[in-house]
């Protein structure tokens, strides 16, 4: 069967885009602002410009995220020009669910992307007629995706809770006394093109926290166990991630932090990752298009570690006596 046959007509190609990001502060509402990002909204706006239905799947157009896609409730929204909506017939949703369904599309999303000249695009009207497997569907559905749920659920729940933490004490250094060495940003591919000229097994690390953005035959920075990658610009701004002990290609839309062993021996890394993620993007800036981190500006910033502790036990809580 072909794509369009499972597509209720007609989708929205893409949205339309806010004049200028810092509209976002200007006329804030709570109406979500979806873009290119899979983690949720980039800001929220007074206005809206499409409604979301029970069978809405946004996807993203270009950038590093180009075909993923994102399931949001039904609702009001302000689509932006990097994302589009398609809505697919109810009789896929009631058979598989709405996961399986994101799963089955973004897999021939992304394996359909095409090149701009600078970064992958996906473009929808260009595949309503490629051949698709439905048995696919199937087989995603007898994966077990509660890990996934999981890891969502622990995300959540550390955000929900991280500012009602039980008492801490208090310990204030200067964010730099953490930090055994920094790289402020990597290196920009001179195409997007190269990627796919070029393409290896090296991961190409950008401002994404879903993985990489595809793989290079070069590396240009070798992680250790504790470095935590950071996005720098975009709707990620701010965010971190970390990949463990491998030779990456390091974008210039993202740095890398490297933690003092004497607290990664004491914190996990994901508590670590998270505690330095809600201090980054308390401190973003604004170019007037898109927020910003600037690791540098803030190297001075006094931070409360007493907020480790604490948080490691919010992510590992002890097991319960009898």
Same mark, same amino acid.
């Given at each position: 069967?072909?794509?369009?046959?499972?597509?209720?007509?007609? /989708?929205?190609?893409?949205?339309?885009?806010?004049?200028?990001?810092?509209?976002?502060? %200007?006329d804030r509402g709570s109406i979500k602002v979806i873009s290119s990002a899979?983690?949720?909204?980039?800001?929220? /706006?007074?206005? /809206?410009?499409?409604?979301?239905?029970?069978?809405?799947?946004?996807?993203? +157009?270009? *950038?590093?995220?180009?075909?993923?896609?994102?399931?949001?409730?039904?609702?009001?929204? %302000? #689509?932006?020009?990097?994302?589009?909506?398609?809505?697919?017939?109810?009789?896929?949703?009631?058979?598989?669910?709405? =996961?399986?369904?994101?799963?089955?599309? &973004? *897999?021939?999303?992304?394996?359909? @992307?095409?090149?701009?000249?600078?970064?992958? !695009?996906?473009?929808?009207?260009?595949?309503?007629?490629?051949?698709?497997?439905?048995? +696919?569907?199937?087989? +995603? !559905? $007898?994966?077990?995706?509660?890990?996934?749920? @999981?890891?969502?659920?622990?995300?959540?729940?550390?955000?929900?809770?991280?500012?009602?933490? =039980?008492?801490?004490?208090?310990?204030?250094?200067?964010?730099?006394?953490?930090?055994? $060495?920094?790289?402020?940003?990597?290196?920009?591919?001179?195409?997007?093109?190269? #990627?796919?000229?070029?393409? *290896?097994?090296?991961?190409?690390?950008?401002?994404?926290?879903?993985?990489?953005?595809? /793989?290079?035959?070069?590396?240009?920075?070798?992680?250790?166990e504790r470095d935590i990658v950071y996005a720098i610009d975009g709707a990620?701004?701010?965010?971190?991630?970390?990949?463990?002990?491998?030779?990456? %290609?390091?974008?210039?839309?993202? *740095?890398?932090?490297?933690?003092?062993?004497?607290?990664?021996? !004491?914190?996990?890394?994901?508590?670590?990752?998270?505690?330095? &993620?809600?201090?980054?993007?308390?401190?973003?800036?604004?170019?007037?298009? &898109?927020?910003?981190?600037?690791?540098?500006?803030?190297?001075? #910033?006094? +931070?409360?570690?007493?907020?480790?502790?604490?948080?490691?036990?919010?992510?590992?809580?002890?097991?319960?006596?009898?």
């Amino acid at each position: 069967m072909k794509l369009k046959d499972m597509i209720e007509f007609p /989708y929205q190609e893409r949205g339309e885009r806010i004049t200028q990001g810092r509209e976002l502060y %200007w006329d804030r509402g709570s109406i979500k602002v979806i873009s290119s990002a899979t983690n949720g909204p980039m800001g929220y /706006y007074s206005k /809206y410009n499409y409604q979301l239905k029970d069978n809405s799947f946004v996807y993203s +157009i270009e *950038g590093s995220n180009a075909g993923y896609v994102s399931i949001y409730k039904p609702q009001k929204i %302000w #689509l932006m020009d990097v994302a589009g909506v398609v809505n697919i017939k109810d009789e896929y949703i009631q058979t598989y669910g709405k =996961e399986t369904v994101a799963l089955f599309l &973004q *897999g021939y999303f992304v394996k359909n @992307r095409h090149n701009n000249g600078t970064q992958p !695009k996906f473009t929808l009207k260009r595949c309503l007629d490629m051949d698709i497997d439905i048995n +696919i569907l199937k087989q +995603i !559905k $007898s994966v077990d995706l509660s890990r996934i749920a @999981r890891d969502a659920q622990l995300m959540e729940h550390i955000y929900k809770n991280y500012g009602q933490m =039980e008492h801490h004490e208090k310990r204030y250094v200067l964010l730099r006394d953490i930090l055994e $060495s920094y790289r402020e940003r990597g290196t920009r591919l001179v195409v997007g093109r190269d #990627l796919y000229q070029n393409r *290896g097994g090296i991961p190409v690390i950008s401002s994404t926290t879903t993985g990489p953005m595809g /793989y290079y035959n070069k590396y240009n920075y070798e992680l250790c166990e504790r470095d935590i990658v950071y996005a720098i610009d975009g709707a990620n701004a701010g965010y971190t991630s970390f990949y463990g002990e491998k030779e990456i %290609w390091l974008t210039d839309h993202a *740095g890398v932090i490297r933690i003092k062993r004497e607290l990664t021996e !004491k914190y996990s890394m994901i508590s670590l990752a998270v505690f330095l &993620q809600n201090i980054f993007t308390k401190n973003l800036q604004n170019t007037g298009t &898109q927020p910003m981190f600037i690791i540098k500006s803030i190297l001075d #910033l006094s +931070i409360d570690t007493g907020y480790l502790e604490p948080l490691e036990n919010l992510l590992f809580p002890a097991p319960k006596t009898k």
